[in-house]
């Protein structure tokens, strides 16, 4: 099956659909680093983008998508967030930077058999509430375009007019469904939210739902306080405890939980050498070199070697803080290579990042984790395969 990728980054959307099956014809990115690191990539024939096609470096309002109406299974893209994101600026509709309207067009002019879109948790906060419905009714009807004087409120009670009103056939239609994916819930060592938008094109009548949730913490917390998760890992007799503020909780455990441990920072790095020391195991291994600089303050704290890492962040304003520090059980802290923050996003060992240390660490905290891309873009294309089956799970 065919795609195409907009706003691709370092790729890990994109990748996740490579692997469920998806060849992208078109991978669109306006940043120079993330063109260079797909580049160096597909250069190399590494991985999931050896077979990619060259990417198209520049602003996507200049990309013409028409030629391939009609060619193309799944549109994929995570439109920029910074609009919607909890440390930005919070301009939403009224920035600049907001994408969206250019995501929907793309789904106008190449009227692909489904999408997948996704942006930060934060375009849900009720702040956004009413440009949120905005969003979801223009994947609905792309066809229906606002005029180029206007508003977006305008063109929102317009959407909802023929939203309410239609009768029979509406042209190109889709039918959208979104949900906030943690992603630690789905087996990624990381606890990332984000936003997820699906849809069908509504002629294809398939019926899908979000795939369901195979991993917890409280299995992760079964497994520490009464499996094998510290002999497992050969941990230090003084490194065997988990966090206080979870005790009560894994005390309240009556039975072992069906679902799978989440993937602690420990089960994702575990295995890689001590960047610290820098020795000849360490430089194995592609960016995984020590950055130095960190520090633990209030806030900025870092992530617990035996839980999932927090949200790794883009450091848009200035070098990433507390989310991108590993927190190791004596209480120190250093920052995470490259490579330790890759495997976290799930990218594969092979995968080289382009840029200095804060600039691929910008990349990996914008980056959609391979893993989770994987998970819904397999669901998807199981529905396009299978048609209207209502058994697939």
Same mark, same amino acid.
């Given at each position: 099956?065919k795609?195409?990728?907009?706003?691709?980054?370092?790729?890990g959307l994109?990748?996740g659909v490579?692997?469920?099956?998806?060849?992208?014809?078109?991978?669109v990115?306006w940043?120079?680093w993330?063109?260079?690191?797909i580049?160096?990539?597909r250069?190399?024939?590494?991985?999931?983008?050896?077979?990619?096609?060259?990417?198209?470096?520049?602003?996507?309002r200049?990309v013409?998508?028409?030629?391939?109406?009609?060619?193309?299974?799944l549109?994929?893209?995570?439109?920029?967030?910074?609009?919607?994101?909890l440390?930005?600026?919070h301009?939403?509709?009224?920035d600049?930077?907001?994408?969206?309207?250019?995501?929907?067009?793309?789904?106008?002019?190449?009227?692909p058999r489904?999408?997948?879109?996704e942006?930060v948790?934060g375009?849900?906060r009720e702040?956004?509430?009413?440009?949120?419905s905005?969003?979801?009714?223009?994947?609905?009807y792309?066809?229906?375009?606002?005029?180029?004087?206007?508003?977006?409120?305008?063109h929102?009670?317009k959407?909802?007019?023929h939203?309410?009103?239609?009768?029979?056939?509406a042209?190109?239609?889709?039918r959208?469904?979104?949900?906030?994916?943690?992603?630690?819930?789905y087996?990624?060592p990381?606890r990332?939210e +984000?936003? #997820?938008?699906?849809?069908? @094109?509504? %002629?294809?009548?398939?019926?899908? &739902?979000?795939?369901?949730? $195979?991993?917890?913490?409280d299995?992760?917390?079964?497994?520490?306080?009464?499996?094998?998760?510290?002999?497992?890992h050969?941990?230090?007799k003084?490194?065997?405890?988990i966090g206080? +503020?979870h #005790?009560?909780?894994a005390? @309240?455990? %009556?039975?072992k939980?069906?679902? &799978?441990?989440?993937?602690? $920072?420990r089960?994702?790095?575990?295995?890689?050498p001590?960047?610290?020391h820098?020795?000849?195991?360490?430089m194995?291994y592609?960016?995984?070199?020590?950055?130095?600089?960190?520090?633990s303050y209030?806030?900025?704290?870092g992530?617990?070697?035996?839980?999932?890492?927090?949200t790794?962040?883009?450091?848009v304003?200035g070098?990433?803080?507390g989310e991108?520090m590993?927190l190791?059980?004596?209480?120190?802290?250093r920052?995470?290579?490259?490579?330790e923050?890759?495997?976290?996003?799930?990218?594969?060992?092979?995968?080289?990042?382009?840029?200095a240390?804060?600039?691929?660490?910008?990349?990996?905290?914008?980056?959609?984790?391979?893993?989770?891309?994987?998970?819904?873009?397999?669901?998807?294309k199981r529905?396009?395969?299978?048609?209207?089956?209502?058994?697939?799970?």
């Amino acid at each position: 099956m065919k795609s195409i990728e907009l706003f691709a980054g370092a790729g890990g959307l994109g990748m996740g659909v490579s692997c469920a099956g998806f060849a992208p014809q078109a991978v669109v990115e306006w940043d120079r680093w993330c063109c260079d690191t797909i580049r160096e990539n597909r250069r190399d024939g590494l991985g999931l983008v050896g077979d990619w096609p060259e990417p198209t470096e520049g602003d996507v309002r200049d990309v013409d998508f028409r030629e391939h109406e009609g060619k193309i299974d799944l549109v994929t893209g995570g439109p920029p967030c910074q609009p919607f994101s909890l440390g930005g600026k919070h301009r939403a509709h009224a920035d600049s930077r907001d994408m969206w309207p250019q995501a929907v067009r793309a789904l106008r002019e190449t009227k692909p058999r489904a999408f997948i879109f996704e942006n930060v948790k934060g375009l849900t906060r009720e702040t956004f509430a009413t440009y949120f419905s905005h969003i979801v009714l223009q994947m609905t009807y792309p066809d229906l375009v606002a005029g180029p004087d206007e508003s977006w409120e305008t063109h929102l009670r317009k959407l909802e007019k023929h939203h309410t009103g239609r009768r029979g056939p509406a042209g190109l239609e889709y039918r959208v469904v979104s949900r906030v994916l943690n992603a630690a819930n789905y087996g990624i060592p990381q606890r990332r939210e +984000r936003v #997820v938008f699906v849809g069908f @094109r509504s %002629d294809l009548d398939i019926k899908w &739902a979000f795939p369901l949730e $195979t991993h917890s913490m409280d299995a992760m917390l079964w497994d520490q306080t009464r499996g094998n998760y510290w002999d497992r890992h050969k941990a230090r007799k003084a490194d065997r405890r988990i966090g206080d +503020r979870h #005790v009560e909780r894994a005390e @309240r455990l %009556d039975g072992k939980p069906t679902t &799978a441990p989440w993937r602690t $920072t420990r089960d994702a790095i575990g295995d890689l050498p001590d960047p610290e020391h820098q020795s000849r195991d360490a430089m194995k291994y592609h960016n995984h070199r020590f950055q130095p600089g960190a520090r633990s303050y209030p806030g900025h704290t870092g992530s617990p070697l035996d839980e999932p890492a927090k949200t790794l962040k883009a450091g848009v304003h200035g070098v990433p803080g507390g989310e991108n520090m590993l927190l190791r059980p004596d209480g120190s802290v250093r920052y995470f290579t490259v490579r330790e923050s890759a495997r976290l996003q799930t990218f594969p060992d092979n995968f080289r990042f382009h840029g200095a240390w804060s600039e691929t660490m910008r990349q990996l905290g914008n980056a959609v984790p391979v893993e989770l891309a994987h998970i819904v873009a397999r669901s998807v294309k199981r529905h396009l395969d299978f048609g209207g089956a209502d058994f697939l799970k």
